[in-house]
């Protein structure tokens, strides 16, 4: 939906009710004037009452003030400046002189319905109003449990990770002291993109990247020439912006469902390209993939992993809306590609 639809559709709603107001008036009140002298006034008073009222929302004071005394001062001004508004710009397109109303009961009757469907319009934009905050509001508690949601699974996979590398570094540290070095080095650069990641909700490409490559770095250290890897960034996409943390399941789940439980080497590709209006970021790996059922033919963490995967799903649905997707197929002859699209 296009950013113009909703202020059109607000307008053309205006136009309609005050259009109706018009017919009543002519149906009810035969004798007050034409119709099209009084639809042409009615939709100059209705535009000025919407205008007025939507500039007067926007005053610091009555964003200070609470919704129900806020929208009666709005309507307590808003209807009178509308009302005199809409008579300065209908009279003279009629080429007849400013005047508010004609005399005796002509001048009543118009101005009690203008107050009687100004008044059933800016209810309207009050409802409109609350329910714009409400999901605003439902909007801003699912990313801030998404994001309490990424911190749990943060909490659940780092330590076991941690504990592994530190494992494998305590046997290197009598092997390869010069192995011990770069681990202890690639470590240090992956817990540091981590804490970092903790602290911001956005994050970008080449910040995910270098954090990826630090992770695959421990891993092909442990795994030995049972992991290669390739990262594969476009230098014009590295400052693009996405949540931070975003790829690292995938990647985990690459390897730890894919090319751990492989016999033999297995090789990773992360590669990130402009599809469109889209940019694509596919994670590749040459592992088991998924069995005929579409689930990991030898889970390690069994829900962990799944929980993972629904998890990226939830955190595009909550940055992007329906505009970002998360993908898996399968690779011939064995393998997975899990494909992220998010709109650039």
């Not at 008036?25 to 939507?54: H, K, M, N, Q, T």
């Not at 996979?157 to 202890?184: K, S």
């Not at 790829?247 to 590709?269: M, R, S």
Request: hydrophobic share 50%; proline share 8%; aromatic share 4%.
């Amino acid at each position: 939906m296009s950013p113009a639809a909703d202020p059109l559709r607000l307008v053309g709603a205006n136009a309609l009710l005050w259009a109706t107001a018009a017919g009543v008036l002519f149906v009810a009140a035969p004798g007050v004037d034409s119709l099209p002298r009084l639809l042409l006034f009615s939709e100059c008073v209705g535009a000025g009452v919407l205008a007025a009222a939507l500039l007067l929302r926007r005053l610091p004071l009555l964003a200070r003030l609470r919704p129900a005394p806020a929208w009666a001062l709005t309507a307590a001004l808003a209807i009178p400046l509308g009302y005199i508004a809409g008579h300065a710009l209908a009279l003279p397109l009629l080429g007849e002189p400013f005047r508010l109303a004609g005399a005796g009961g002509t001048r009543l009757v118009p101005a009690v319905l203008t107050l009687l469907v100004a008044g059933i319009g800016l209810h309207y934009l009050a409802a409109r109003e609350q329910l714009a905050q409400e999901a605003r509001a439902r909007a801003e508690a699912q990313r801030l449990a998404t994001e309490t949601e990424l911190r749990l699974l943060r909490a659940q996979l780092e330590p076991h990770m941690l504990f592994n590398t530190l494992a494998n570094l305590r046997a290197l540290l009598r092997e390869d002291a010069g192995q011990a070095e770069h681990m202890i080095d690639q470590l240090i650069a992956y817990l540091r993109a981590t804490l970092a990641a903790s602290r911001h909700e956005a994050s970008t490409l080449e910040a995910e990247f270098a954090q990826l490559r630090a992770y695959l770095e421990i891993m092909a250290l442990r795994m030995g020439p049972r992991l290669s890897y390739a990262l594969e960034l476009p230098p014009e996409l590295a400052a693009t912006p996405l949540p931070a943390m975003l790829l690292q399941p995938l990647v985990e789940n690459a390897i730890k469902h894919g090319l751990e439980p492989k016999v033999g080497p297995g090789h990773l590709t992360v590669q990130a390209c402009r599809d469109g209006s889209h940019i694509e970021i596919t994670v590749r790996d040459d592992g088991l993939g998924l069995g005929a059922d579409g689930q990991f033919q030898r889970p390690v963490d069994g829900p962990a992993s799944s929980y993972g995967l629904q998890h990226v799903r939830e955190r595009l649905r909550a940055a992007y809306g329906p505009q970002a997707t998360l993908t898996l197929s399968p690779l011939q002859p064995a393998g997975l590609c899990s494909r992220v699209r998010i709109p650039s």
